[in-house]
């Protein structure tokens, strides 16, 4: 098999498909930074296309793109908290008040590199290692899905802010939304209205635009001065190359989320946004500094987008090997795949190693472009968005927004839905709800619940299956231990200042 | 004055029309089609299986229309299809708005909800491929044969559970007939999509499941296929025996062809027709197909029609028999 891996080396060194790769990476980062535009969009216009093309230029833009639009998402959720793609929420969290402090170029570099060295791991896991973690993905059946998703929701506790019970209030309103359509297992309607258009449940983009986009783009409306150009238009930068040595302390983040991502890329219908939340979350619980995240920690930053990254090869690894598309990405890249005769499946990888293992190589490709390109992209061109004046920028972004989410289905029902999140997203922030448990909840919410009662389904409505093999206990472990570990430390210490006092 | 304005207006319009129909055997309306494009609506996303068919059949149809004639097409997903189906209802019956159609869904969608077209909605052109369903095993399962398989279901009714793609589609119907002819039950586990279905059947978390036959192709060495459901044996499975063979007369899967809102000038449907029988004999088509996991199976106008009205039929039977919701 690694003979296969070499030997399909060449041709992807040729001079078109190289320049598809680079093509598809500039493409997938000006994508992912625009709000709106999304990866699945742009590889779906890209799909008519790929008819005429050869096999590994097609795929070659594709894996460019999905890369490209993983760390572009960041580039706006870092400048303006409006983040570019759903994965890049979490990196919002710290980019943004980094670069209200005047450390955004710094922030943009750290999203750079981690995306990169993500999306380095992820291929070589891919190219390495896909058949025995297609094996691990098998493991995963309703209830081991379920557990993974209730490990995802202890994120919470860190999203929720301030006040408790408007976080909470938050997180239900993305469960509820998450509800929305047609439920899977007996077919009943629920919150649809009669409308076909929410039959299949509201697309997280739409959400995602509403809640994130629209409020701030109101607001660059709302300010009449010009931009000040003094402070926050520079970003401070240093040449990319001096700055990574300063953030090799991140390693043991980047490993972490490294791992963190693979592993929810090859879940069978997780994707890169809970990749994002998960590794955000497990990066702070091991800082020392807990109270620093959320107020421009760039190690906030690197979690988050080393395992959004992380997660865009490795998902390609139950889609190929399994024919499962994880995410919305993968979904339309097997499409792209079966123009050309490529049935996903284990006899893929025997029927067309070139192909397939090609198509890995490029991946590699494109996230090692990532820094060269990502760099001097973010850093010299999108930043000089922000020297425009700012009612210009809300109203390219509303209109960018618009045509985002109207193609996605191509209907004005979505707009108008996403109008209408933008409505309660407004009054969110004017009232101080955090809005990240709103992306959890709609994220994890339908899918924990689908899959719990698939399981409970399956288990004949006895319970016990939830506990029956070795990777729900280990998982109900997982959990356990993270839950109650921080009220048991809280304990110790009380003992211990007690012992002081005596 | 506007009296006469509107009489000449009726007897001109009159006129042109009458003109109009003269011109239906001059070259002018056999031009069809003209310069404009022939738009295609998919109810489906950009990259799934009908989509896919639709963007390869189309670019043969450019070919047997000839004129430069031009398919693009036009994707409108949502509602398992229905949005879809809808707009095609919907449409200018003047050959320039096409639709894919999946039967037995499309047909099935007006049982178990409310739908703006039914079966005389449309023009039928023609089925393009055909895929039957299968009763699948792990390769691990203890079960070698359709008679075990019901034997163990028929012992303690309900332990067999079975996985399909959604509810309300082929496969549920394939397991829903099964049981109905071998006069058992089993327990349904509707997921979320073919491909996770089988992936929870790999897994080994349910012990069968009915898939589309194409779903199984690429995956021989992991899983059993105890029977096909169809009246004969597929090409793409040879060693496979049919349902009825093993004694239970069940015959379902997927038809996807391509219709055209009702009402469509004679001309036009008869010249779509007849490219969409030409597609029959092209061998190129029917590998590329071939290739993607599909059977070609070209069946146009007043039979397809009749397939329609057939599969139509077994739905209502099912919802009406076991409502699903």
Known sequence: ?502 | MFKTLRKTLVISAIAVSAQAMAALNTPAFADYPDSKPIEVIVGYSAGGGTDVLARVVGKYLEQELGNDARVVIKNQPGAGGQIGFTSVARAKADGYTLGTFNLPAAMALTYDRKAAYDANSFDYLANVVHDPNTLVVSQTSPYHSLKELIQAAKEKPGSVGMALASLGGNDHFSALLLAAAADTEFNLFPFSGASMARTALLGGHVAAGTMALSQTIGFEDELRVLAVLDDKRSSFAPDVPTAKEQGYDVEMGSYRGFVAPHGLPEKVKTRLVTAFKALADNKKLRDELAAQGNTLDIITGDDYRQLNDAQSDVARKLWESHPWK
């Not at chain 1, 919470?156 to 993305?174: E, P, R, T």
Request: aromatic share 10%; glycine share 12%; with cysteine.
């Open chain 1, 1 to 502: 098999m690694y003979g296969n891996l070499i030997d399909a080396l060449p041709s992807v060194l040729s001079m078109g498909n190289l320049l598809a790769v680079i093509v598809g990476v500039v493409a997938g980062i000006c994508v992912g930074a625009l709000p709106g535009l999304s990866a699945t969009m742009a590889i779906s216009v890209l799909i008519p296309f790929t008819f005429g093309m050869d096999p590994l230029v097609a795929l070659g833009m594709m894996a460019g793109i999905y890369n490209g639009a993983m760390y572009g998402g960041s580039i706006p959720a870092v400048l303006l908290r409006i983040p570019g793609t759903p994965a890049a929420v979490a990196t919002s969290f710290d980019g943004y008040p980094m670069a209200q402090q005047g450390r955004g170029g710094y922030a943009l570099q750290v999203a750079v590199v981690s995306s990169a060295l993500g999306g380095i791991v992820s291929a070589l896991v891919l190219m390495l290692l896909a058949p025995p973690l297609a094996k691990v993905t098998l493991l995963f059946g309703p209830t081991e899905i379920f557990w993974v998703a209730v490990f995802g929701m202890s994120a919470i506790v860190f999203l929720l802010g301030g006040d408790v019970i408007k976080g909470l209030i938050s997180a239900a309103f993305g469960v509820f939304v998450s509800l929305v359509g047609a439920d899977t297992i007996t077919g009943a309607e629920r919150y649809t209205f009669g409308h076909l258009e929410l039959l299949d449940g509201i697309n997280i983009v739409v959400l995602l635009v509403g809640l994130y986009a629209l409020p701030p783009a109101i607001g660059l409306l709302e300010e009449i001065r010009d931009f000040d150009t003094e402070n926050t238009g520079r970003l401070n930068t240093t040449s990319i190359w001096k700055a990574i040595p300063g953030m090799l302390k991140y390693w043991k983040t980047w490993v972490r989320s490294s791992i963190i991502g693979v592993f929810v890329g090859i879940l069978p219908g997780a994707g890169g946004s809970m990749a994002a939340f998960l590794s955000y979350n497990e990066a702070r619980r091991a800082s020392k500094n807990p109270d620093d995240w959320g107020k421009g920690e760039p190690e906030g930053v690197a979690a988050s987008e080393t395992s959004n990254n992380a997660d865009t090869a490795a998902a390609l690894i139950p889609a190929l090997t399994l024919g499962i598309p994880g995410t919305a990405v993968a979904a339309v890249m097997l499409g792209g795949l079966l123009i050309h005769g490529l049935q996903p499946g284990p006899m893929l990888f025997r029927d067309n190693p070139e192909i397939v293992f090609g198509f890995m190589w490029q991946f590699l490709f494109a996230a090692i472009l990532l820094i060269f390109l990502g760099g001097a992209l973010a850093t010299n061109s999108f930043a000089q968005v922000l020297r425009l004046p700012r009612p210009l920028l809300g109203a390219i972004i509303i209109s960018l927004v618009f045509i985002g989410v109207y193609s996605i289905n191509g209907r004005m029902f979505d707009v108008y839905l996403m109008l209408g999140f933008g409505l309660i997203g407004y009054f969110m922030d004017k009232l101080k709800f955090p809005l990240p448990p709103v992306v959890l909840g709609l994220i994890l919410g339908g899918f924990a619940e689908q899959n719990l009662r698939l399981a409970l389904r399956i288990g004949g409505g006895n319970w016990d299956i939830l506990a029956s093999s070795p990777t729900a206990k280990v998982l109900i472990g997982m959990i356990l231990l993270v839950i109650l570990s921080p009220l048991f430390s809280r304990l110790m210490r009380a003992r211990k200042a007690k012992r002081v006092a005596e």
